[in-house]
């Protein structure tokens, strides 16, 4: 049995709501990567990205990446949803990341959940947040699904998505499987 559980996927797909049900079924700690940040920058990610830009918040997300997989602690780590576009991080994610699970969700599905509630996240694009979906997703779910030992249907129900996450660690599967409906 892997001992971490790292979760990645386009915001607004259930990684931190998912992350910590699982988390609590495998009895190991929680962390959510965006928190983490936050805590080591000393501000929200909306505002040091406002003022230093996101090749700042990309290095400090890697920094901090890197201190939360270092050791051997068995976690559930939830990653930002921008996490995989460092070639270094998705390298970090394959060597320390334990199992890796992409929970997906279509464009529509990430677009609905982001108009009811944007969670303070900042506009990669400049235009809506729930606007720039379909052509961020387009160029991050090769990634994900590129550093993911498993593609989880993220559209179900969290206590069923947990559940899943928490049997797929129990039965260690290996990096290959692939768990999207149709796949």
Request: charged content about 20%.
């Amino acid at each position: 049995m892997p001992h971490r559980l790292t979760l990645v996927g386009y915001r607004a797909s259930g990684k931190s709501t998912v992350g910590r049900l699982a988390a609590a079924r495998l009895g190991w700690p929680f962390i959510d990567a965006d928190t983490a940040v936050e805590e080591d920058l000393g501000q929200p990610i909306r505002a040091f990205f406002a003022a230093q830009g996101e090749p700042a918040f990309r290095a400090a997300e890697s920094t901090t990446l890197q201190r939360l997989l270092a050791g051997n602690a068995c976690l559930v780590l939830a990653t930002g949803g921008g996490a995989v576009l460092s070639e270094a991080n998705r390298a970090l994610l394959a060597a320390r990341g334990g199992l890796v699970a992409y929970l997906h969700a279509p464009a529509e599905v990430l677009q609905a959940r982001l108009r009811h509630n944007a969670g303070g996240r900042p506009s990669l694009t400049g235009g809506t947040v729930s606007d720039e979906v379909p052509a961020i997703l387009a160029v991050r779910d090769p990634l994900y699904r590129a550093v993911a030992n498993a593609v989880i249907d993220a559209t179900r129900g969290t206590t069923a998505v947990a559940d899943e996450l928490h049997r797929l660690v129990a039965n260690a599967e290996p990096r290959t499987t692939n768990h999207e409906p149709g796949q």
